[in-house]
């Protein structure tokens, strides 16, 4: 599951040995307004065709992906470039879900690639145009208000027991969530699925199979 406002080709350079996987990807449905997380997590579980899965979820599909493991069965839970509780939500998410702030960010304005790259991946698109014109799809302005809104009230106390958190060590986004049972990427930055995809390669299958 793609990262906020992402579409699944940032995983396009992930291979596993194609004698024992097969990849799916997932991707994000535009919202009803009011739907709940939990209520849109059941309705994404709808989209998984087999049982005993694998699920890997980045950033806000990260936290998705945490949602939905409520609702199936799985062999691995992974989570990368994310979040294992609220509490490791950075200061100026707490404000917004304090001030209410997220309720007038002007996400209209995302036809502008740079303004979704800054919601999307913290950074202004510099020299990255393509890339992020690549990467970043998901413009609906119902879906960046909804998915802003479930990242800053998401209400998880405790990581979940059974994932595997993967953090990088240079991750401007969720700074905090190297702490605690995670793997830390050295290096790695919030797209770390798009630029590090060798450490993944490598290490997926076996921590699948450990």
Same mark, same amino acid.
Request: proline share 4%.
């Given at each position: 599951?793609?990262?906020?406002?992402?579409?699944?080709?940032?995983? +396009?350079?992930?291979?596993?040995?194609?004698?024992?996987?097969?990849?799916?990807?997932?991707?994000? @449905?535009?919202?009803?307004?009011?739907? !709940?997380? @939990?209520?849109?997590? %059941?309705?994404?579980?709808?989209?998984? +065709?087999?049982?005993?899965?694998?699920? *890997?979820?980045?950033?806000?599909?990260?936290?998705?992906? @945490? +949602?939905?493991?409520?609702?199936? #069965?799985?062999?691995?839970?992974?989570?990368?470039?994310?979040? #294992?509780?609220?509490?490791?939500?950075?200061?100026?998410?707490?404000?917004?879900?304090?001030?209410?702030?997220?309720?007038?960010?002007? !996400?209209?304005?995302?036809?502008?690639?740079?303004?979704?790259?800054?919601?999307?991946?913290?950074? !202004?698109? #510099? #020299?990255?145009?393509?890339?992020?014109? %690549?990467?970043?799809?998901?413009?609906?302005?119902?879906?960046?208000?909804?998915?802003?809104?479930?990242?800053?009230?998401?209400? @998880?106390?405790?990581?979940? !027991?059974?994932?595997?958190?993967?953090?990088?060590?240079?991750?401007?986004?969720?700074?905090?969530?190297?702490?605690?049972?995670?793997?830390?990427?050295?290096?790695?930055?919030?797209?770390?699925?798009?630029?590090?995809?060798?450490?993944?390669? +490598?290490?997926?299958? %076996? *921590?699948?199979?450990?």
């Amino acid at each position: 599951m793609p990262g906020m406002a992402a579409n699944p080709t940032i995983f +396009e350079h992930i291979k596993l040995p194609e004698d024992r996987y097969k990849i799916h990807w997932l991707e994000w @449905q535009i919202p009803d307004k009011n739907e !709940t997380l @939990q209520a849109y997590a %059941k309705r994404m579980c709808k989209f998984i +065709e087999y049982d005993d899965v694998v699920l *890997l979820g980045v950033s806000f599909g990260g936290i998705l992906v @945490q +949602e939905m493991s409520k609702f199936l #069965k799985l062999r691995k839970l992974f989570v990368v470039s994310s979040v #294992k509780s609220c509490h490791e939500l950075p200061k100026r998410l707490k404000f917004l879900k304090i001030t209410k702030a997220y309720k007038i960010l002007p !996400t209209q304005l995302v036809s502008n690639i740079d303004l979704l790259a800054k919601y999307a991946f913290g950074e !202004t698109i #510099k #020299k990255r145009v393509d890339l992020y014109k %690549k990467y970043l799809s998901v413009s609906d302005k119902i879906y960046l208000d909804w998915a802003i809104k479930q990242v800053v009230c998401w209400e @998880q106390q405790e990581p979940h !027991t059974d994932a595997i958190y993967i953090h990088g060590d240079k991750d401007v986004i969720f700074p905090h969530s190297c702490g605690g049972n995670c793997i830390v990427v050295n290096g790695g930055s919030h797209i770390m699925i798009i630029n590090k995809y060798k450490w993944f390669n +490598e290490n997926l299958p %076996k *921590l699948i199979e450990s």
